[in-house]
T-cell receptor
Framework: EPEVTQTPSHQVTQMGQEVILRCVPI?????FYWYRQILGQKVEFLVS????????KSEIFDDQFSVERPDGSNFTLKIRSTKLEDSAMYFC?????????????FGPGTRLTVT | GQQVMQIPQYQHVQEGEDFTTYCNSS?????IQWYKQRPGGHPVFLIQ?????EVKKQKRLTFQFGEAKKNSSLHITATQTTDVGTYFC???????????FGTGTSLTVIP
């Protein structure tokens, strides 16, 4: 069964450093998402991406965040200057259709630790 | 802002007992999805409800969407240890394209 993959599984970085989290969505999916989950808390939407552009972003997704689909398979989340409060699990998800119409397949996540 | 609350936050049940989690939105929703997240795992899609008053069943799981499309519930009959995890609802408003996840209900099943 096809699945979303994410790398790395765990990233440790120092405050102020840039990090890039990588995702490979399911190949025939058209909609891509990033979520974050602080330990023990709920899943929070960051951004959705369709047709090579951001379709929606939350208040969390400020100027420090950016997303890219550099080629036909990868989908990346960049945090330019990490803060301690960016420590969380980051999940990538993809769906075949728009959010209103289809299930989202989540990747296993990248645990980001900012020290 | 959009708020999606779930109760209870935690639930411990004996294996074989029933379990229900309730999801309440501050605004009317276009549709709602339910996800299960095992400890240390990622959210896994369970179901999507779209119509007012809709009821869907998956084996021992029953999902309901309220008439006003502002609340939903997930009921598990005769829980098993494999049901352990956190259950999240996620609501979609009529405007926009983001799902607002609920606060989650963590289910522990005691064998």
């Amino acid at each position: 069964e096809p699945e979303v993959t994410q790398t790395p599984s765990h990233q440790v970085t120092q405050m102020g450093q840039e990090v890039i989290l990588r995702c490979v969505p399911i190949s025939n999916h058209l909609y891509f998402y990033w979520y974050r989950q602080i330990l023990g808390q709920k899943v929070e939407f960051l951004v959705s991406f369709y047709n090579n552009e951001i379709s929606e972003k939350s208040e969390i997704f400020d100027d420090q965040f950016s997303v890219e689909r550099p080629d036909g398979s990868n989908f990346t989340l960049k945090i330019r200057s990490t803060k301690l409060e960016d420590s969380a699990m980051y999940f990538c998800a993809s769906s075949r259709s728009a959010a209103g119409g289809g299930e989202q397949y989540f990747g296993p996540g990248t645990r980001l630790t900012v020290t | 802002g959009q708020q999606v609350m779930q109760i209870p936050q935690y639930q411990h049940v004996q294996e074989g007992e029933d379990f229900t989690t309730y999801c309440n939105s501050s605004t009317t929703l276009s549709n709602i999805q339910w996800y299960k997240q095992r400890p240390g795992g990622h959210p896994v899609f369970l179901i999507q409800l779209v119509k007012s008053g809709e009821v869907k069943k998956q084996k021992r799981l029953t999902f309901q969407f309220g008439e006003a499309k502002k609340n939903s519930s997930l009921h598990i009959t005769a829980t098993q240890t494999t049901d352990v995890g956190t259950y999240f609802c996620a609501g979609l408003r009529y405007t926009g394209n983001q799902f607002y996840f609920g606060t989650g209900t963590s289910l522990t099943v005691i064998p």
